[in-house]
């Protein structure tokens, strides 16, 4: 069905108001200004910016711990330790091995894991409020419309098709329906985040990845309120081992907040072995060490969220310029997985891309090799520096917690060369050991509802929350595939690796059926990164859906 | 005080949370002392319905008629409210929050340049002023709102916060008092046409005092008649948990829940559901609620009133046959 839609032109179009988005935008804008007032030619408006959020304010769908290195906020906002909601700044560090029942603080913190200097912040808070200087800055920010479809012009991208709107659970249209709008820009900066629906399909189309494929890792995090005294603000801890063996990249942590609150989650590769490995019970079972539990007795969960996080470093950075589009952020996989630090990089390429951005207007010259620039200065920036100094961390952790601290050991006092280098690593999907006559699945985790939750109640407390009547926006290329090899080969790891129990694999007569509850989705991505068959497509429901972490 | 129940009737039949709106206001009214409780029926030909009122603990019922209000309409409503609110002067205005009301009222409000705390779940009685609660966040917060500013305030309940079987009966009858409105055609915008029902029997599970509920461990489709006779027997209405109606088996219009209705009926008998939040929140308001279910640590336990660690399959029918003997 051929539908006409509306066309919009714009100078620059970025999708994602999060933190790399929005200091796109509002450095975007002051640079235009700058320009204006300068006399340059020909003059530039902030008008023809145009900044898209699928979620339904600004903030709705960020989450992170967040511990933040504030280097590049203070670029970006000199005055922020005045005006950004910065929650605490950190004042104690700490690093625990776990076992089962016991905790074993490191006598000295590592020193990636220092965070003398840096806040404690909500994401979600910090980009509410990057967010207004933005819209202050007079550039538009379009919440609830998602980019559906890139525009392609030749070798060029030429902007975004935003997603139809008022379509029912067949496709077809409803009395409410409103086709995507046209949105041609002259540059398109993709800002989705971690796994981006837009970036996934430019970088696979156009073999755009890297020396390694971009790899990931889930963080499943709840804000809790405490009684008074359990915990002080700027308090920071960080854990490895327990619960996860020592064959899994990952660990939890624990951060005081101001008001009683604390931040706590586990992240882990998701390129575990074990396709039956759940990340949210791993999470709900963290809780119950006494290390953890000792902090929450008598607290209440507030929040709960779910996301992942781009972990494999400067080999996976993918080719972030094209005619008419530059990747930035978590999208370009731009993260300190040693210091899980991804917040600050985010902020620094938006204004990177900026920079490039004005230069290439300027000169009327949009293509590839104009905006290469953005690629150079990143990598003569100290996100170039930082990222290449812990080059190899993550592939190091291939072949366990052990041999991953050797290496790291090795790479720390030779600048991240280490010991391989370039350390080549396969994508997480790739990782999985076929369950091969493994017993029965294990009964599904339930939780006691005090301390520990079950999938379903959590989700609850994402507040997420879908326009019923749509189409499913999670793709299954093939549910034969699921049925009929699947359930043999690596016994249905969506189920487990869910973290909002979207996927279900529910008795029928005959047999089995995958069930998808897509309402309940958190926006995680973790269903198309960890498919061991790559047959999940995610893809933007309806503009507005999705959870709500305020706070978070 | 003086307070004002605005009751709300449909073709000459109460909508029974008007009785948890006067039962709301007769608390409010013992707790500031000096206050005076009055109470609109308003439509046409409802003169039987205002002595029905009459007969509750009520210093006076308004009877407000007009042929323009036969058929409700939101001007209609709100033009002749807001003379009887600028007539008798309340201090508060108490409505049901129900769907006409949500129409209406905020347009009545608005008309008298005044406020409208909606949808609230209770109230405190402070010294000064009247505190009224509401929930935020799907029912995870609870909110206290007061009005700044003079009176008229308004103010809505949600169904279910207040028990309509409480009211109060008055020692004797209250007088009916007409109150003329002047209403012209030209005022109301609207026509309004048929009702509208769903293509079979419209069911407004909002409305039933009793809900026969079942979920996930009715296992098969063929096994709900088995409910349903239970429901008809005790005089209720079938509902569902979201699995039910995900699978198609009951329509969408009998799910309760977050993403489906939100019901507080007298008795809530909740068939093999496990009780997930997302199904509580949906009818925790129930005044009581029986539930039954193989697994003895199942959620819904934590809400019920009465609970059984049983076989759905052996209880229903044994529970149909003690109905069928009566």
């Known amino acids: 069905m051929s539908i006409e839609r509306e066309r919009l032109d714009a100078d620059v179009l970025i999708v994602g108001a999060g933190p790399a988005g929005l200091a796109c935008a509002l450095h975007l804008a002051r640079l235009i200004r700058q320009h204006n007032e300068s006399g340059g030619k020909p003059e530039l408006s902030t008008e023809g910016i145009y900044v898209l959020e699928k979620g339904r304010d600004i903030g709705a769908h960020q989450l992170s711990g967040a511990v933040l290195d504030p280097r590049a906020l203070a670029e970006l906002v000199p005055d922020f330790a005045k005006t950004a909601p910065l929650d605490t700044p950190v004042n104690d560090d700490a690093a625990y091995f776990l076992t089962a029942s016991r905790a074993w603080k490191l006598p000295i913190t590592p020193p990636p894991l220092r965070n003398h200097g840096n806040y404690i912040v909500s994401v979600s808070k910090l980009a509410k409020w990057l967010g207004g200087l933005v819209e202050q800055a007079g550039v538009n920010v379009f919440t609830q419309f998602a980019g559906a479809q890139l525009i392609h012009e030749g070798e060029a991208v030429a902007g975004v098709i935003t997603e139809d709107k008022g379509r029912d659970k067949d496709g077809k249209p409803k009395d409410n329906f409103t086709p995507g709008y046209e949105l041609r820009a002259k540059i398109t900066v993709l800002a989705e985040g971690p796994r981006g629906s837009l970036t996934k399909h430019l970088v696979a189309d156009r073999h755009l990845d890297g020396l390694n494929p971009q790899v990931y890792s889930i963080g499943v995090k709840e804000l809790w309120e405490v009684p008074p005294g359990r915990i002080t603000p700027g308090w920071v801890a960080h854990t490895l081992g327990w619960p996860l063996n020592s064959s899994m990249y990952g660990g939890g942590w624990v951060y005081g907040m101001r008001e009683n609150r604390v931040s706590l989650g586990l992240v882990t590769g998701l390129e575990y072995h074990n396709p039956r490995f759940d990340p949210h019970e791993a999470f709900q079972l963290f809780k119950t060490h006494p290390f953890v539990r000792r902090i929450l007795e008598g607290g209440k969960l507030v929040r709960y969220g779910a996301k992942t996080i781009p972990v494999g470093g400067w080999y996976s950075i993918p080719r972030t310029y094209l005619g008419g589009c530059l990747i930035i952020g978590d999208s370009a996989s731009l993260l300190n997985s040693q210091r899980l630090k991804g917040i600050h990089m985010a902020i620094k390429s938006g204004m990177l891309a900026a920079e490039t951005i004005v230069d290439a207007l300027r000169a009327g010259d949009t293509s590839g090799t104009k905006l290469s620039a953005f690629r150079h200065k990143v990598d003569e920036s100290w996100i170039g520096s930082e990222l290449r100094s812990v080059r190899n961390f993550h592939q190091s952790f291939q072949h366990g917690l052990w041999l991953g601290l050797a290496h790291t050991a090795v790479q720390f006092v030779t600048g991240g060369r280490g010991l391989v280098d370039p350390m080549r690593m396969k994508a997480g999907h790739e990782q999985y050991h076929m369950l091969d006559g493994a017993g029965p699945a294990p009964p599904r985790f339930q939780g006691d509802g005090v301390l520990t939750f079950d999938r379903l109640t959590d989700v609850y407390h994402s507040g997420t929350r879908h326009e019923e009547d749509q189409p499913c926006h999670l793709h299954v290329l093939d549910t034969n595939i699921c049925v009929n090899r699947c359930i043999i080969e690596y016994g249905n790891p969506c189920q487990y690796f869910c973290p909002a129990a979207v996927y279900e694999m529910v008795e029928e007569k005959g047999g089995r059926r995958l069930k998808i509850n897509f309402s309940n989705c958190v926006h995680c991505k973790t269903c198309d990164i960890a498919d061991p068959y790559q047959i999940i497509d995610w893809v933007p429901p309806e503009g507005g859906g999705g959870p709500n972490y305020e706070g978070m | ?326």
Not at chain 2, 99 to 115: C, E, I, N
Not at chain 2, 195 to 202: D, G, I, P, S, V
Request: proline share 6%; aromatic share 6%; charged share 20%.
């Open chain 2, 1 to 326: 005080m003086k307070i004002l129940v605005i009751t709300e009737q449909r073709d000459g039949k109460w909508n029974p949370v008007s009785s948890e709106t006067l039962l709301a206001a007769q608390q409010i009214a013992a707790a500031q002392p000096g206050s005076r409780v009055a109470a609109v029926v308003i439509g046409k030909g409802v003169h039987g319905l205002a002595e029905e009122v009459a007969a509750n603990q009520l210093a006076e019922i308004l009877l407000v008629e007009h042929d323009l209000l036969d058929k409700y309409t939101p001007d209609g409503y709100a033009i002749a409210l807001k003379q009887v609110v600028t007539q008798t002067q309340p201090d508060l205005v108490l409505l049901p929050h129900t769907y006409q009301v949500r129409d209406y009222a905020p347009k009545l409000a608005a008309s008298l340049g005044k406020g409208m705390i909606a949808d609230c779940v209770g109230y405190r009685a402070e010294k000064e002023r009247v505190i009224f609660v509401r929930q935020m966040f799907q029912g995870k917060t609870a909110a206290d709102v007061s009005f700044t500013g003079a009176p008229p305030w308004f103010v809505s309940f949600q169904a279910g916060a207040f028990r309509g079987d409480q009211v109060a009966r008055g020692a004797s009858a209250a007088p009916v008092t007409a109150i003329s409105v002047n209403l012209q055609a030209e005022q109301i915008r609207t026509k309004p046409l048929d009702l509208f029902r769903e293509a079979k029997q419209a069911v407004d599970l909002t409305q039933a005092p009793i809900l026969v509920a079942i979920g996930r461990g009715i296992k098969a489709p063929e096994n709900i008649p088995l409910a349903e006779k239970l429901a008809k027997l005790m005089g209720g209405e079938l509902a569902a948990s979201r699995p039910i109606c995900d699978e198609g088996w009951l329509p969408m219009d009998r799910q309760i829940g977050s993403s489906g209705q939100t019901v507080a009926p007298k008795l809530y008998l909740a068939l093999g559901i496990s009780g997930a939040i997302q199904h509580v929140v949906g009818m925790k308001g129930s005044r009581t609620i029986v539930a039954i279910n193989k697994d003895q640590n199942a959620p819904i336990f934590e809400v019920a009133d009465y609970g059984i660690v049983g076989d759905i399959f052996e209880l229903i029918p044994a529970l149909t046959e003690v109905l069928e003997k009566k």
